[in-house]
Each structure stands twice: as structure tokens, then as C-alpha cells.
Nanobody, 124 residues
């Protein structure tokens, strides 16, 4: 079993930056593929980014490419999402997720564990 706890959400002005963190416990973090998703009110959960177990291989959703960066520190059991040039449409609850298998999955069904989410609100 893996527990995931996100932090770092909040209110930010359009054009600003924010860094989310997700701390994992309960299993070997370095064995997990880590992902970020988001869900806005009335919308489906959307893939944001994922990072491989090692070597820092990443993949991003089209709407965040060039603005968001995912990284991880296996020594701290933590994955990060650095968000820059934030837009109104980035407003959502952001979820951290962990997958035991696959290669950088972008579908929610491929992730085995989820955090509770952290709210990000971008104001213009």
C-alpha cells in the first residue's frame, strides 16, 4: 500500500508560478512511476505529467507542455510539479498518483494509488 500526500496548492495570479509536492510512504518510492493529474469542476480528470522510476524520463499533457516541469527526489520519496506561466484554465484540484507498472502511463486507469488532491486557483 502507498500513501500519497500533496501540498503546495493555493491562490496565484495569472502568469505566476507555483510548486506542488507529493510525499509518498508505505512502499519503495523508487519502484513507482509517478504522475500528476488535475480535475476542474464539471470536467473529467486530465493527465498533466508523469516521470519514470529513474533517469528522469518525462511526458506532459499538451495543455501544459513548456510551462510545467515534473521532477522527483527518490531520496526524499517526493515528486514535484513546478508550474509556471499559470493561466485561468489551470485552475483545478491537482492529484498525485503512483503506478506500479507500465511506461509513463497517461490514463487514470493505469495508476494504482492516488493522493487526496490539492486545490490550485489561478485568478486573472
Amino acid at each position: 500500500q502507498v500513501q500519497l500526500v500533496e501540498s503546495g496548492g493555493g491562490l496565484v495570479q495569472a502568469g505566476g508560478s507555483l510548486r506542488l509536492s507529493c510525499v509518498a510512504s508505505g512502499s519503495t518510492f523508487s519502484n513507482m512511476i509517478m504522475g500528476w493529474f488535475r480535475q476542474a469542476p464539471g470536467k473529467e480528470r486530465e493527465f498533466v505529467a508523469a516521470i519514470s522510476r529513474s533517469f528522469g524520463i518525462t511526458v506532459y499533457g499538451d495543455s501544459v507542455k513548456g510551462r510545467f516541469t515534473v521532477s522527483r527526489d527518490n531520496a526524499k520519496n517526493t515528486v514535484y510539479l513546478q508550474m509556471t506561466s499559470l493561466k485561468d484554465e489551470d485552475t483545478a484540484v491537482y492529484y498525485c498518483a503512483a503506478a506500479r507498472s507500465g511506461f509513463l502511463p497517461t490514463n487514470t486507469a493505469n495508476y494504482d494509488y492516488w493522493g487526496q488532491g490539492t486545490q490550485v486557483t489561478v485568478s486573472s
